[in-house]
């Protein structure tokens, strides 16, 4: 049996940090799971403000989330590309 799949959201270097993370939140509490991706330092930078964030909105109700950061190789436009994705999960 296939693991389920998880949402996947993408994080730009433009991605509005606060927004992220109500998005990485209302997924957690509502499927306790979610891959986050960021593709560039300044998207990698964002992704990892936006988890942060999204700790703090999480903790102020009593529970708490951890991540596990993986590299990872994608196809952009024909390019192959090296990424990080963040599992993020509810505990």
Same mark, same amino acid.
């Given at each position: 049996?296939?693991?389920?799949?998880?949402?996947?959201?993408?994080?730009?270097?433009?991605? /509005?940090?606060?927004?992220? &993370?109500? =998005?990485? @939140? #209302?997924?957690?509490?509502?499927?306790?799971?979610?891959?986050?991706?960021?593709?560039?330092?300044?998207?990698? /930078?964002?992704?990892?403000? &936006?988890? =942060?964030? @999204? #700790?703090?909105?999480?903790?102020?109700?009593?529970?708490?989330?951890?991540?596990?950061?993986?590299?990872?190789?994608?196809?952009?436009?024909?390019?192959?590309?090296?990424?990080?994705?963040?599992?993020?999960?509810?505990?």
């Amino acid at each position: 049996m296939s693991a389920p799949t998880r949402l996947l959201l993408r994080v730009s270097s433009n991605s /509005n940090v606060h927004k992220v &993370a109500g =998005a990485i @939140a #209302h997924v957690l509490r509502s499927d306790g799971a979610v891959d986050v991706q960021a593709i560039g330092a300044a998207a990698v /930078n964002q992704c990892v403000k &936006a988890i =942060a964030v @999204a #700790h703090s909105f999480l903790e102020s109700e009593g529970s708490r989330l951890s991540s596990l950061p993986q590299m990872v190789d994608l196809e952009e436009a024909g390019m192959l590309r090296t990424g990080v994705r963040f599992k993020v999960w509810k505990e």
